[in-house]
């Protein structure tokens, strides 16, 4: 049991690249979330979603895109890299909405 | 909109100190409340939670208590360790919608041997 698994571990883009930051759980949990965490600060909802092929957007979502075609699978695309967008991404899970979260080891973006 | 706060960092103390970290909450309903700790280079784990008020987490010598009345849910140990030094963030969720925990923005740990 992995739990929540997130690739690259690093990453650096130059300014108007696009990535996509993968993400997968093997808790057969409907809920899965993505956050940014910037230096100094708790951590931001950019995306969620309660189910395969449901997404909402969070408090941040410019400039980010989500898909969840699968339970297992919820992957973070930018578009358009740009210097704002560096910092340290979190994929979570959950059973419940109510319940705790279950989060990967971080992505860690640096955009110049 | 729900917001979290908690005491600003770094928090420095001698091994075997008395640890109190505050936080308090503004919420519309009824939240859960979580404590979560984050180690150098990893992500957040639960360290304890809370669902209804007047409720005590606790786990690893760590305990808070959900207090409604002042909107609070102190973190506190008895006797730190040099091993407990690391980022704690308080969080909560209302639940029933499903758009994530809001946290505070943490508080940095460091313990002393």
């Known amino acids: 049991n992995a739990g929540v698994t997130q690739t690259p571990k690093f990453r650096i883009l130059k300014i108007g690249q696009s990535m996509t930051l993968q993400c997968t759980q093997d808790m057969n949990h409907n809920y899965m979330y993505w956050y940014r965490q910037d230096p100094g600060m708790g951590l931001k909802l950019i995306y969620y979603?309660?189910?395969?092929?449901?997404?909402d957007k969070g408090e941040v979502p410019n400039g980010y895109n989500v898909s969840r075609s699968t339970t297992e699978d919820f992957p973070l695309r930018l578009e358009l890299a740009a210097p704002s967008q560096t910092s340290v991404y979190f994929c979570?899970?959950?059973?419940?909405?109510?319940?705790?979260?279950?989060f990967g080891p971080g992505t860690r973006l640096t955009v110049t | 909109g729900d917001s979290v706060t908690q005491m600003e960092g770094p928090v420095t103390l001698s091994e075997e100190a008395f640890l109190t970290i505050n936080c308090t909450y503004t919420?519309?309903?009824?939240?859960?409340l979580f404590w979560y700790v984050q180690y150098p280079g990893e992500g957040l784990q639960l360290l304890l939670k809370?669902?209804?008020?007047?409720d005590k987490g606790s786990n690893k010598g760590f305990e808070a208590t959900y207090r409604k009345e002042t909107t609070s849910f102190h973190l506190e140990k008895g006797s730190v360790q040099v091993s407990d030094s690391a980022v704690y963030f308080c969080?909560?969720?209302?639940?029933?919608?499903?758009?994530?925990?809001?946290f505070g923005k943490g508080t940095h740990l460091i313990i002393q041997p």
């Open positions: 809370a669902t209804k008020a007047d």
């Open positions: 979570a899970s959950s059973y419940d909405s109510s319940l705790e979260q279950y």
């Open positions: 969080a909560l969720s209302e639940g029933g919608g499903a758009d994530g925990l809001t």
């Open positions: 979603s309660v189910g395969a092929g449901i997404t």
């Open positions: 919420a519309t309903g009824y939240p859960s």
